[in-house]
């Protein structure tokens, strides 16, 4: 079945430490995402891409980074120069940006102690 | 920058009773989605308006877009217990990016 896996569901980290979030897609889809979900907050985007090698800063990249070397794959690593790391980090996907839904990864649960 | 902002936060029915929740952006939008996420699930993309008065259904659940295109509801009518969710309105606005609203959470009590 298609879809986006990310992996690990569940990730501790102490303070200070650089992770690394892993999201693939079988979709062949061209865009993808990422999103931090927050009590209350709703989705916030941090990067997307639209094409391989190429990718865009969201709302608040402050303290990420990413890298789409593969149409399939998009790593986001969460640096220790992000404030606030404790979130649910969602990575989702789409055929082209905007035209369609996204379908979303079931997510990655990051703590920082 | 567009703000999409979504009432009410969160709502509790007994089932049976229907349900609305209230999507409005600052800016007009090209086209708005919305997305439903079960307690500990991810959201999980549930249709796409991108017409002036567009309206659509899916079985109880009967979605608008407004004239102005720059709002967008959702109801559900006669609410069940699988209905408990949060749901999310996301919309475009020449950004080339979705904004998504805070979401309104549903509790429905048997």
């Known amino acids: 079945d298609g879809g986006i896996t990310q992996s690990p569901k569940y990730l501790f980290r102490k303070e200070g430490q650089n992770v690394t979030l892993s999201c693939e897609q079988n979709l062949n889809h061209d865009a993808m995402y990422w999103y931090r979900q927050d009590p209350g907050q709703g989705l916030r985007l941090i990067y997307y891409?639209?094409?391989?090698?190429?990718?865009q800063k969201g709302d608040i990249a402050e303290g990420y980074s990413v890298s789409r070397e593969k149409k399939e794959s998009f790593p986001l690593t969460v640096t220790s120069a992000q404030k606030n790391p404790t979130a649910f980090y969602l990575c989702?996907?789409?055929?082209?940006?905007?035209?369609?839904?996204?379908?979303f990864g079931s997510g990655t649960r990051l703590t920082v102690v | 920058g567009q703000q999409v902002m979504q009432i009410p936060q969160y709502q509790h029915v007994q089932e049976g009773e229907d349900f609305t929740t209230y999507c409005n952006s600052s800016?007009?939008?090209?086209?708005i989605q919305w997305y439903k996420q079960r307690p500990g699930g991810h959201p999980v993309f549930l249709i796409q308006l991108v017409k002036s008065g567009e309206v659509k259904k899916q079985k109880r659940l009967t979605f608008q877009f407004g004239e102005a295109k720059k709002n967008s509801s959702l109801h559900i009518t006669a609410t069940q217990t699988t209905d408990v969710g949060t749901y999310f309105c996301a919309g475009e606005g020449g950004s080339e990016k979705l904004v998504f609203g805070k979401g309104t959470k549903l509790t429905v009590n048997p």
């Open positions: 800016t007009t939008l090209s086209n």
């Open positions: 891409s639209q094409i391989v090698n190429d990718f």
């Open positions: 989702a996907s789409s055929p082209t940006a905007l035209l369609y839904g996204y379908t």
